[in-house]
Each structure stands twice: as structure tokens, then as C-alpha cells.
């Protein structure tokens, strides 16, 4: 008798305790759910310039207090947009990072507005043996021969962004890649400025720190500037050299004896003209 009112009582606290699991799992779901929002995030990584397509991106939920701006609940609104920064898997898409609506696929619909995009031939050395990749900063000298055909080198752009190499706008690769050409993203003025630039010499790239702001104005350099010998310093006196003069005044001769900046004076006799 008594161990079959133990095996009720043993029983009774099981279901009681799944009871109270299910309603807790319950509850905690409905907090889960009210507190998270579903958002749409790349299915891998997504190079700039990329028509986006359903099988990109994946729902996923995502804390409500800490949802992006600009984020999307709806795919029909990401249908045929184009990338204008490059995404890595699970990254949320943004409207920050999308080209306006209606933007073909491509270079066009990463080149921010007002910009243009000019493309300049570079080789290993002139394209910083590789290093300059899609997303850096570079700037720009050009090497030639002024009015009287003697050879200067100039900085004629700075803090300019690479927008592709060759033709690869992908920026998740940081190992260098010697290609032959380098397309920059330039203001019209700068445009023309690397324009006339090209014409007249040697385009050379160097790359720069991308948080370096700095402006640097030079005035360029030439052969003189290189072969320039430095100036020697100015031969100053011994403090004990000694400077001897005869002084002839009206009424008497004397010498002046001046031993660095001391000056001594002997009286001789009396002029005659006294």
C-alpha cells in the first residue's frame, strides 16, 4: 500500500514538472518572439556592383532593439537592387548599401553620385606591385619634362578611391594582383586633371593609409632638387684671434686691440693738432 502511494506521488511530480517545462518553454518563446524581428542578410559574401537575387539572401531574426536602419522585412523590396558596397555572409542588407532604384548591375552602380569613373594603365611598379586593390586610397604623381624639356615629378591627386582593378570590383581579397589596368573614382575636375596628366608623362600610384586624411601640398621636384649640395656653414671667427688697427683722431693716435667681441684701446701720444 505504502509503495504504491509513493509511485503516485512520484508520478503526480513528474507531470506537474513537464507541466511547468512546457508552460515556461511557452512563454519563453513569445518573449523571443515579441522581442525579435526578421530581417534579410547575405547568404555569402556579394561583391560591389551585383544585381541581388532571392537565392543571395536568407531571413534571420534579429534582436528588435538593435535592428539596423535600413534594414529589410520584405524581399520584393531587394528584387533587382544593386550592391554599391561589397557584403559578407550574414551582414544585414541596408539601404546605405544599395544603389538607387532603377541602377543597371555593374562599375556604374558603384560610382557615388557626382563621381566618375577613369581607368589609367599601370604595370608592377606603377600599380604598387599589386597592392593597390578595390577599396583603397592611392595618390597620384606624374613624372615628365616641363617647357624646357627638364624632367620634374609631381603630386597632382590625392586620396583618390580604386573602384576595380582589371576587371574585378571585388574587395574581399587582400592579396596583391599585378594587372595591367586601374580604375579610379575621380570628381570631373580631378578627371581632367589625370586626363592631361597621363598625356604629358608617367602616372605613378602610392598608396595610402585609408584612415590618413592628411593634404600634403608640394611643389614637386626636379634633377636640381636631388643634386643639390648642402650649404656650408659660415667659418665664425676665433673668440681669440686678435684684430689690430691704428685709429688717427683729431687729437691723438692710439690702437684698438679686439679679442672676439672685447675691444681694447692704447693711446699713443697726443696728435699735433691739438
Not at 532603377?102 to 553620385?113: C, Q, Y
Request: no cysteine; hydrophobic share 40%; net charge positive.
Amino acid at each position: 500500500m505504502k509503495n504504491t502511494r509513493a509511485l503516485l506521488m512520484i508520478l503526480v511530480s513528474l507531470l506537474l514538472g513537464l507541466a511547468a517545462v512546457t508552460v515556461a518553454g511557452k512563454w519563453i518563446n513569445e518573449q523571443t518572439r515579441v522581442d525579435a524581428s526578421t530581417v534579410f542578410v547575405a547568404a555569402r559574401d556579394i561583391d560591389a556592383g551585383t544585381r541581388l537575387t532571392p537565392d543571395m539572401l536568407k531571413k534571420t531574426d534579429w534582436p528588435r532593439g538593435s535592428i539596423p536602419v535600413g534594414t529589410f522585412q520584405d524581399i520584393e523590396s531587394l528584387q533587382n537592387r544593386v550592391l554599391k558596397s561589397h557584403l559578407v555572409l550574414g551582414e544585414p542588407v541596408l539601404e546605405s548599401k544599395l544603389a538607387p532604384i532603377g541602377t543597371s548591375g555593374g562599375l556604374s552602380g558603384v560610382i557615388a553620385e557626382g563621381k566618375r569613373a577613369i581607368t589609367v594603365r599601370v604595370n608592377d611598379v606603377i600599380g604598387v606591385a599589386g597592392f593597390a586593390l578595390p577599396g583603397n586610397l592611392v595618390d597620384i604623381l606624374v613624372s615628365a619634362k616641363d617647357e624646357n624639356q627638364k624632367p620634374f615629378s609631381k603630386l597632382v591627386l590625392e586620396q583618390i578611391p580604386v573602384l576595380a582593378i582589371a576587371q574585378d570590383v571585388g574587395r574581399d581579397d587582400t592579396k596583391p594582383k599585378v594587372v595591367t589596368a586601374v580604375t579610379l573614382e575621380v570628381s570631373p575636375e580631378q578627371a581632367e586633371t589625370l586626363d592631361l596628366a597621363r598625356s604629358i608623362g608617367t602616372l605613378s600610384l602610392a598608396l595610402r593609409n585609408q584612415v590618413d586624411g592628411q593634404h600634403t601640398d608640394t611643389h614637386g621636384r626636379r634633377i636640381s632638387d636631388l643634386l643639390k649640395q648642402p650649404v656650408p656653414a659660415p667659418t665664425v671667427a676665433s673668440a681669440e684671434q686678435k684684430i689690430i688697427y691704428r685709429s688717427r683722431e683729431p687729437h691723438y693716435e692710439s690702437i684698438a686691440v679686439i679679442r672676439g667681441t672685447n675691444k681694447t684701446e692704447t693711446k699713443l701720444t697726443e696728435g699735433r693738432g691739438k
